[in-house]
């Protein structure tokens, strides 16, 4: 090998130039530093160790926190994390003392804090947030440690819950998020109990967040959010949330709408109705949608639901009729007692049969007279028409509720589009959830490194859609598009899709000189969307 040889370097850069320029231009490292702390002597400061960990949760790669080392070997590790730092300082006790800091801090103030000042940097709008929650499951014990008079986030019990995950059987956390409506952007998180129910906590979070970051939006949430305590503590709040349709009020209102009460809304595919309400004693607007989509899906399930009571009720029937009465009106009980019984169907043609029995056991004599008599029912299952076109005209129905009594602030098109924005949390949840994050199962010895794990996987979230808001904005501002999956034009494409476009670039080192390599012409056309900080990482600027 010659010493020329010696002097060429490949690393791989792929998608995280991307990743690393847009941390950059959040500034995340400097305030983790700042939060935090740095000592002289660490040669991987937190804001630079959290910086590697968003690098490898976006890596589009299964690789779980025990590989982290292994993730930057290859990688052009100081070209994207700072001057002298190599792959074996990214080791698990370092990550581990830096997760500890976190948690230390305070994980939802330390969240709070980059995100908001991120928001303000990429000028995201929040005159509308929405709230939803749901759990992640983990492997192991995970005994608590907690005391009784810690604080809010030293009180997480890593145990068993609802799981969202349909894992009943493995422990859990809760993760409840707030997200704007303005691009999907995570501005709170909060790690709590695996048992933790959201209309316990609903309330709280969202009054906690208005006073303590004094922000004046719309707070939107699901139905979990509606109860009468909720209701009653969120006086001092703007919000909208659907209503239970297991509540009496809605149930009536819900069956008793006729379809002219509705209108069109200027939302293709909705009818809305509204009505005043003073449920829990706040004056409210409840606002009853008709959506077309929801009632073909409402009418198959009714559909399949129907033919399950059936099948359930004839089942019912064969085994009451196989019953032997004392007496002809305790079968006529029992029979009416079972059509009040089935909710979508009841018995018709009831007929009591009259039985004579002998009760000695063996082959009675031909003149033997009967020595008692019993009685059996007969009957038809048919269907409940009015209460199964009570169901038909429900389908497709949900209420919507707030205490914005102004039309003119809130239109009713208004509350259905703000609701319909209440998918910004759920994708964020399934985001965190794809197998290819590297947190889809956590492998962390404590309850205090899992909760601040859990903090960093909102971060990733907060890197990508952030990014994902300003590539798509630079494509509209621009009137410009590039390829999708299938080589169409588009000018909103998915962060990942970008991600995946950039696989196999390399920061090649030729005797201190850098270039990179595989740098197409449709990469650079893709960079010049994505910033400054984004293509410093690719030589362009």
Same mark, same amino acid.
């Given at each position: 090998?010659?010493?020329?040889?010696?002097?060429?370097?490949?690393?791989?850069?792929?998608?995280?130039?991307?990743?690393?320029?847009?941390?950059?231009?959040?500034?995340?490292?400097?305030?983790?530093?700042?939060?935090?702390?740095?000592?002289?002597?660490?040669?991987?400061?937190?804001?630079?160790?959290?910086?590697?960990?968003?690098?490898?949760?976006?890596?589009?790669?299964?690789?779980?926190?025990?590989?982290?080392?292994?993730?930057?070997?290859?990688?052009?590790?100081?070209?994207?994390?700072?001057?002298?730092?190599?792959?074996?300082?990214?080791?698990?006790?370092?990550?581990?003392?830096?997760?500890?800091?976190?948690?230390?801090?305070?994980?939802?103030?330390?969240?709070?804090?980059?995100?908001?000042?991120?928001?303000?940097?990429?000028?995201?709008?929040?005159?509308?947030?929405?709230?939803?929650?749901?759990?992640?499951?983990?492997?192991?014990?995970?005994?608590?440690?907690?005391?009784?008079?810690?604080?809010?986030?030293?009180?997480?019990? #890593?145990?068993?819950?609802?799981?969202?995950?349909?894992?009943?059987?493995?422990?859990?956390?809760?993760?409840?998020?707030?997200?704007?409506?303005?691009?999907?952007?995570?501005?709170?998180?909060?790690?709590?109990?695996?048992?933790?129910?959201?209309?316990?906590?609903?309330?709280?979070?969202?009054?906690?967040?208005?006073?303590?970051?004094?922000?004046?939006?719309?707070?939107?949430?699901?139905?979990?959010?509606?109860?009468?305590?909720?209701?009653?503590?969120?006086?001092?709040?703007?919000?909208?949330?659907?209503?239970?349709?297991?509540?009496?009020?809605?149930?009536?209102?819900?069956?008793?709408?006729?379809?002219?009460?509705?209108?069109?809304?200027?939302?293709?595919?909705?009818?809305?109705?509204?009505?005043?309400?003073?449920?829990?004693?706040?004056?409210?607007?409840?606002?009853?949608?008709?959506?077309?989509?929801?009632?073909?899906?409402?009418?198959?399930?009714?559909?399949?639901?129907?033919?399950?009571?059936?099948?359930?009720?004839?089942?019912?029937?064969?085994?009451?009729?196989?019953?032997?009465?004392?007496?002809?009106?305790?079968?006529?009980?029992?029979?009416?007692?079972?059509?009040?019984?089935?909710?979508?169907?009841?018995?018709?043609?009831?007929?009591?049969?009259?039985?004579?029995?002998?009760?000695?056991?063996?082959?009675?004599?031909?003149?033997?007279?009967?020595?008692?008599?019993?009685?059996?029912?007969?009957?038809?299952?048919?269907?409940?028409?009015?209460?199964?076109?009570?169901?038909?005209?429900?389908?497709?129905?949900?209420?919507?509720?707030?205490?914005?009594?102004?039309?003119?602030?809130?239109?009713?098109?208004?509350?259905?589009?703000?609701?319909?924005?209440?998918?910004?949390?759920?994708?964020?949840?399934?985001?965190?959830?794809?197998?290819?994050?590297?947190?889809?199962?956590?492998?962390?010895?404590?309850?205090?490194?899992?909760?601040?794990?859990?903090?960093?996987?909102?971060?990733?979230?907060?890197?990508?859609?952030?990014?994902?808001?300003?590539?798509?904005?630079?494509?509209?501002?621009?009137?410009?598009?590039?390829?999708?999956?299938?080589?169409?034009?588009?000018?909103?494409?998915?962060?990942?899709?970008?991600?995946?476009?950039?696989?196999?670039?390399?920061?090649?080192?030729?005797?201190?000189?850098?270039? #990179?390599?595989?740098?197409?012409?449709?990469?650079?056309?893709?960079?010049?969307?994505?910033?400054?900080?984004?293509?410093?990482?690719?030589?362009?600027?």
């Amino acid at each position: 090998m010659t010493s020329s040889a010696l002097e060429i370097r490949v690393q791989d850069i792929d998608h995280c130039g991307i990743v690393a320029g847009i941390i950059d231009q959040m500034c995340l490292v400097e305030q983790i530093n700042q939060i935090l702390g740095t000592h002289h002597q660490e040669i991987v400061s937190p804001g630079q160790a959290v910086k590697a960990m968003i690098l490898n949760g976006l890596g589009l790669v299964s690789a779980p926190l025990y590989l982290f080392e292994k993730f930057f070997v290859g990688k052009a590790t100081e070209h994207l994390l700072g001057e002298g730092i190599s792959p074996e300082h990214l080791n698990d006790d370092r990550l581990g003392r830096v997760l500890d800091k976190l948690y230390e801090a305070g994980l939802t103030q330390v969240f709070v804090t980059v995100a908001l000042a991120a928001a303000q940097k990429f000028g995201v709008k929040k005159d509308s947030l929405h709230l939803d929650s749901s759990s992640f499951h983990v492997h192991g014990e995970y005994v608590s440690t907690t005391d009784e008079g810690a604080t809010e986030e030293r009180a997480i019990e #890593i145990t068993y819950g609802y799981s969202r995950d349909h894992r009943p059987d493995l422990k859990q956390f809760i993760v409840d998020l707030i997200c704007s409506g303005d691009g999907d952007i995570p501005l709170y998180l909060r790690v709590a109990d695996g048992n933790e129910t959201d209309s316990a906590a609903f309330a709280r979070i969202l009054k906690k967040f208005r006073q303590q970051w004094e922000i004046d939006a719309l707070f939107v949430a699901d139905a979990a959010l509606y109860c009468e305590q909720n209701i009653k503590q969120m006086d001092s709040l703007r919000w909208l949330s659907r209503v239970p349709a297991t509540l009496a009020a809605a149930k009536f209102l819900l069956d008793n709408m006729s379809q002219e009460a509705f209108v069109s809304s200027a939302i293709a595919g909705y009818q809305i109705a509204e009505c005043c309400s003073d449920y829990a004693g706040v004056k409210q607007r409840w606002l009853v949608v008709n959506s077309e989509a929801r009632k073909s899906a409402d009418l198959k399930q009714l559909e399949t639901r129907l033919a399950q009571h059936l099948d359930k009720a004839q089942s019912q029937l064969r085994q009451l009729s196989q019953q032997e009465f004392a007496c002809a009106a305790d079968a006529l009980k029992a029979a009416n007692l079972l059509s009040d019984q089935l909710r979508f169907h009841q018995l018709t043609d009831i007929e009591i049969i009259e039985h004579h029995r002998h009760r000695k056991p063996g082959r009675p004599g031909k003149n033997t007279p009967p020595t008692h008599c019993c009685y059996q029912i007969r009957a038809c299952v048919v269907p409940k028409l009015q209460a199964i076109a009570t169901e038909q005209l429900r389908a497709g129905r949900f209420i919507l509720a707030t205490n914005v009594t102004d039309i003119n602030e809130l239109t009713g098109d208004d509350l259905l589009l703000q609701y319909k924005a209440q998918q910004s949390t759920e994708r964020g949840f399934r985001f965190l959830k794809d197998p290819l994050f590297f947190t889809s199962s956590v492998f962390l010895n404590s309850p205090e490194r899992v909760a601040a794990l859990a903090m960093v996987m909102g971060l990733c979230l907060l890197v990508y859609s952030l990014g994902q808001r300003a590539l798509r904005q630079a494509l509209e501002t621009a009137k410009q598009t590039i390829n999708n999956q299938l080589g169409k034009p588009t000018s909103t494409p998915t962060l990942r899709w970008v991600f995946q476009c950039f696989m196999s670039i390399h920061l090649i080192t030729i005797a201190g000189i850098k270039q #990179i390599a595989n740098l197409t012409d449709e990469r650079r056309w893709i960079l010049q969307f994505l910033g400054a900080p984004c293509r410093k990482y690719y030589l362009l600027t």
